[in-house]
């Protein structure tokens, strides 16, 4: 099963592309740290009422809608707002990925980055686990 550590393994990966230039990888592994971070939660937060994702092309949405619906009334509505760009970080994942490439830093930070940082502090901030975690690692 993947863990938190997973998720910050993806993280530092793409703080490395990032710091190379590398913003479509960056982007991937970025996304990638979010959904580890959701799915792990989720599983530990339900249990056996976790429902696994369908496989093909929508199973990250499906695990995307669960932890939404599961964290709603949890968070602030201002927080929920932030972490329903979860979605829009999956587009952009897939798009950079295969179809885009980023301009520039800029481009880069203002399409994608700043919506990762904001997600990734609310997550940091409600998922006790995660942040130990993060505070552990050495990557």
């Known amino acids: 099963m993947k863990t938190y ?3 910050l393994e993806n993280r530092a990966v793409a703080i ?10 960056a982007v991937s ?16 937060k339900l249990g056996n009422d976790y429902k696994a994702p369908p496989q093909g ?8 809608e669960q932890f939404l619906d599961y964290i709603e009334d949890k968070v602030e509505d201002d927080e929920y707002d932030i972490l329903e760009l979860i979605k829009e970080l ?16 800029s481009d880069f930070k203002k399409i994608f980055k700043e919506n990762y940082e904001d997600i990734e502090a609310i997550l940091n901030e409600y998922i006790k686990e995660y942040k130990e975690e993060k505070e552990r690692f050495k990557g």
């Not at 592994?29 to 530990?44: A, E, P, Q, T």
């Open 57 to 64: 092309k929508d199973s990250h949405i499906f695990i995307i």
């Open 90 to 105: 999956r587009v952009h994942r897939n798009n950079y990925e295969y179809k885009k490439n980023f301009s520039s830093l």
């Open 16 to 25: 490395y592309s990032e710091n190379k230039s590398y913003y479509e990888i």
């Open 5 to 7: 550590k997973n998720a």
């Open 29 to 44: 592994r970025y996304y990638y740290s979010v959904y580890l971070i959701i799915n792990k939660y989720l599983k530990d």
